[in-house]
């Protein structure tokens, strides 16, 4: 049950907004105007008609008016009048008492709090958005509402012995939410979250600062910047999104674990041809292979200083913060190729580069598999974003590589994973990043795939030494922590980018081409809505002849994804493709690191993939970085199955990794060497019981639904350190200041009863509120 109390909220709005435009919801053949919001235009609903029994003429009559509803003003209607109706519909009906009065609907501002409280379970009953009268007045009542008669307890806004007074304190507002970590808990706050969010932009990313300040997630200087960037997005969500709703239920699930996550909405991807009967994939060659290099995740920060205080209070450190944290200041001084709480500095991205021309100098190509930018997801705007992209693609790549195959990533852009579908309408745009990107690769995949790239982030080129099609698509639309994506309704296939995809497939398998996929989340892993996840699979199975296979970075760990025809009968005759995930540069997860595949010349097959590091433990590390081999997929597992894998031409094929995971399930010792590698020895633990089930869960899951990925109430990010304490906090790629904050789910709760008593009083001091809309 949500308290009584929380009515303080609306209480506030009603009182200090009397100019705000009213809508009343009504019988579903009568529409009212749009309304003003002080952020986005919503169109009103509309909502189940009223019983036959029960005229509109009746409903007009027993509430005192005289002229329609949809005229009908708060003043006029009083909810003693109304009482005879409802009692009236209750008896012919059975509907609940919440179903239709004529009270003042007040201001736009607080819908979503109501819509929460007033849906009924009978799905005969859309209840009115409304405003009680009550709340004008001192008095205190008790309506006849019964609790049963609601989706949830929580959503009943008084029952028998409560009662609604504007009189109660704001700091009250989540004082039955606090002690729950329920999917109800978690509406109830998208409800109060959403009430903000009407007041506009600033007041909301105002109120999420001092949350996240209170909270102690991050450093006060954190907070301010990342909301202030992140913010409006999630307010344009909250302004948008329906609660309860398979939309608020998703949001509630993937960002804070609180809700079961939905069911995949059914959507079946259009093929132009069906799967030939005769498809399957090519033997191999036989030929001497070539050599392709892939690296991912380098989050170069160009403004890492040796010496800096490497053991800072932020997730990224190595950089003069304040005075204390800058040079021949601090105790924790950092060595020129970087530290494992920062991220890459230049020179460490130039000994990669280095490494590669000594260790691959006949490398054919290059995949890198996105994610330039550093991590200070605070700090980053357009301006760094966009020079760290040409610093990377323009100047220090060309200096070393011969041919690059890039990919975005979820911090190529800013704010953070901010990627809007092309159709929503904001001023929030990632089109520039687009231009960048475009602009940079043209000097490898030439100005037809670039003019693709400018529009959806993804091109399509031949190989030009081979029979290979390199696809490089967005995975951000389908990313859990791109908050544009939570719309109202969801869209099946965000800029039409699985369309694109397949009619790239489909020309390639008309022209006999071989294709890679490549992408930066892997889109089996517990990052990838399910729903894409799905459609997504959908064409991989359609298309599984002609993919040799699918390359990702993201988790910055070393790890393989396998998709199945039949996941519900996972074996090795089902497994049909793979997807190899490279380990980062970036120090915060591990060892820097590369890959370098063996490749079948003919069929674009993997024939084995060697991993190079360099131990950041050796003590001359800071003075010149020793990259070495790390281990070989073949001659490190090949050896292991039965019959065993050893032939040098023999691809890897899914069938092989499939049976690896049977050995992990049967050797210990095999699996905890495997776990060993995916840091690349660093900071390692061990992985038993439902950690190792888990594990080999995830690995036999390239659709996301299938990944047994459970995610525990709060989203787990790295809290800041108190400085000083040295402790290993490994880096996620994509983490959002906002999702931290509910890290601690409690402690943020009591952050928000504090910073809202603080930050709505004095926003509702002023005469107007902050219009700007995302």
């Given at each position: ?57 009746a ?47 007040a201001?736009s ?62 700091g ?40 996240c ?147 691959v100098?006949?490398?054919?190509f ?17 301006t ?48 520039w ?51 544009w ?16 995809l397949v ?52 988790t910055h ?56 590091i ?115 906090a ?45």
């Open positions: 049950m949500l308290s009584e109390q929380s009515t303080k909220l609306i209480g506030i709005v009603t009182e200090r907004f009397p100019a705000k435009e009213v809508r009343h919801f009504v019988d579903s053949d009568i529409q009212s105007p749009p309304i003003s919001t002080g952020g986005d235009t919503l169109q009103s609903k509309k909502v189940q008609p009223l019983p036959k029994a029960t005229s509109r003429k409903m007009r009559k027993g509430f005192g008016c005289t002229h329609s509803l949809t005229a009908c003003q708060a003043r006029t209607c009083k909810m003693d009048n109304a009482r005879d109706v409802r009692l009236e519909m209750q008896r012919q009906s059975g509907m609940s008492a919440t179903a239709r009065y004529c009270l003042r609907f201001y501002i607080s819908t979503g709090l109501l819509s929460a409280w007033l849906r009924s379970r009978d799905s005969t009953i859309n209840a009115a958005k409304v405003i009680p009268t009550v709340l004008e007045t001192e008095s205190s009542v008790t309506p006849e509402l019964p609790i049963y008669s609601f989706h949830s307890d929580w959503e009943a806004f008084a029952v028998q012995g409560k009662s609604l007074s504007k009189r109660d304190t704001v009250d507002i989540l004082s039955d939410i606090k002690n729950l970590a329920t999917c109800s808990a978690c509406e109830s706050l998208l409800v109060v979250l959403q009430a903000v969010a009407h007041l506009g932009n600033d007041d909301f990313v105002n109120v999420i600062t001092e949350v300040t209170l909270a102690g997630v991050e450093d006060k200087d954190v907070c301010a910047g990342a909301i202030a960037r992140e913010g409006p997005i999630l307010a344009h969500d909250l302004r948008n999104m329906a609660i309860p709703s398979n939309t608020a239920a998703l949001f509630c699930s993937t960002i804070f674990g609180l809700c079961d996550y939905p069911a995949v909405t059914p959507f079946t991807v259009k093929f132009p041809s069906a799967k030939p009967a005769n498809a399957v994939r090519p033997p191999p060659s036989g030929k001497s292979p070539i050599q392709v290099v892939h690296i991912s995740d380098i989050h170069v920060d160009l403004s890492y200083e040796t010496g800096a205080n490497y053991n800072c209070t932020k997730n990224i450190c190595c950089r003069p913060y304040t005075s204390a944290d800058a040079p021949g200041n601090t105790d924790f001084p950092a060595g020129q190729y970087g530290n494992h709480q920062c991220d890459s500095p230049v020179t460490l991205e130039e000994s990669m580069y280095e490494a590669i021309k000594s260790l100098p006949d490398a054919s290059t995949i890198f598999t996105g994610d330039v930018v550093e991590g200070a997801v605070w700090l980053v705007n357009q760094e974003v966009t020079n760290d992209l040409n610093d990377a693609y323009k100047t220090r790549m060309p200096s070393y590589l011969n041919l690059v195959y890039g990919v975005i990533g979820n911090h190529d852009v800013a704010p953070v994973n901010s990627f809007p579908p092309s159709d929503i309408d904001t001023t929030i745009s990632s089109q990043s687009y231009d960048t990107l475009s602009s940079d690769w043209t000097q490898w995949i030439g100005s037809a795939a670039a003019s693709t790239a400018d529009q959806y982030g993804s091109y399509s080129v031949k190989y030009p030494k081979g029979n290979l099609r390199i696809i490089s698509f967005n995975t951000n639309f389908y990313y859990k922590e791109n908050f994506l939570y719309e109202r309704t969801m869209q099946s296939d965000p800029n039409g980018q699985l369309a694109w009619s790239e497939l489909s020309a390639a398998e008309a022209a006999g081409e071989r294709v890679w996929l490549l992408g930066h989340m892997p889109m089996g892993t517990g990052d990838a809505f399910h729903d894409g996840s799905n459609y997504f699979d959908q064409i991989i199975q359609r298309y599984e002849a002609i993919i040799a296979a699918t390359f990702y970075g993201h760990k070393d790890e393989f994804e396998i998709a199945y025809s039949d996941y519900t009968d996972q074996t090795a005759g089902t497994a049909t493709m793979m997807s190899y995930i490279a380990p980062a540069l970036t120090p915060t997860s591990g060892n820097p690191t590369f890959r370098v595949y063996s490749i079948d010349p003919v069929t674009f097959a993997v024939l084995d993939f060697t991993v190079y360099t131990d950041m433990t050796d003590p001359s590390y800071q003075t010149k970085p020793v990259w070495k081999k790390y281990y070989s997929a073949k001659e490190t597992y090949g050896p292991l199955l039965s019959p065993p894998v050893t032939d040098s031409s023999a691809e890897l094929t899914p069938a092989f990794w499939h049976n690896l995971t049977a050995i992990f399930e049967t050797n210990d010792s095999v699996f905890q060497d495997y776990i060993a590698r995916k840091s690349r020895g660093w900071d390692v633990s061990s992985c038993t019981g439902d950690c190792k089930s888990g594990e080999i869960c995830q690995l036999r899951a390239a659709q996301s639904q299938y990944n047994c990925v459970k995610v525990s109430p709060g989203v787990h990010f790295k809290r800041k350190r108190s400085e000083g304490s040295e402790e290993k490994e880096k996620t790629c994509g983490e959002s200041v906002i999702g931290a904050i509910f890290a601690n789910f409690d402690g943020a709760v009591t952050a928000l009863e504090t910073s809202a008593a603080a930050q709505l009083g004095q926003s509702f001091l002023g005469t107007s509120i902050n219009s700007t809309v995302a």
